[in-house]
């Protein structure tokens, strides 16, 4: 890919058809579910060491972090995603695209794919693809296109 299509924003004329990604409810509710766990779990360790009161805001601060983290999360999350026979075009919530080279993947189900994606500073970025965020055929193309990607790295 040349540099002309590192930065064009989607639904401009050259650019590869995108696929919109909705947020998913189904990583939601995962990220939810950590987070309450994680919390309770705090709450239980600090509890018989400082008391009820200590427990509590010990538990407030943990609830606070993650939940900030999470929203972060979020908001990092691709707009729109475009395929091609060896990795995918990452468009922001800005709508600046980005070329990124599949080298892994995984796949839980038909539920998740986990992609491994080069980053143009050297450092592999994580993207999680669920099932509910995308339509049932793209996810299945997705889900073929990063396994023959991957297993060139294999």
């Known amino acids: 890919m040349t540099g002309a299509h590192m930065n064009r924003p989607y639904g401009e004329a050259g650019a590869p058809p995108c696929i919109p990604i909705r947020p998913s409810r189904f990583l939601l509710g995962c990220v939810c579910g950590f987070i309450a766990v994680a919390d309770a779990a705090v709450f239980q360790a600090v509890l018989p060491h400082v008391g009820l009161l200590h427990a ?9 972090g993650l ?3 999470a929203g972060r999360w979020a908001r990092r999350q691709p707009a729109a995603i475009g395929l091609h026979a060896d990795g995918i075009t990452v468009w922001d919530r800005a709508g600046h695209a980005r070329y990124r080279r599949i080298v892994g993947c995984a796949q839980w189900s038909a ?12 450092r592999p970025r994580t993207l999680l693809v669920a099932a509910d965020s995308i339509d049932s055929d793209s996810f299945r193309q997705l889900a073929v296109r990063a396994r023959r990607a991957a297993s060139a790295y294999l």
């Open 56 to 64: 509590a805001v010990a538990a407030l601060t943990c609830l606070g």
């Open 67 to 69: 939940g900030l983290a």
């Open 111 to 122: 539920r998740l794919i986990a992609l491994t994606l080069s980053s143009e500073k050297g």
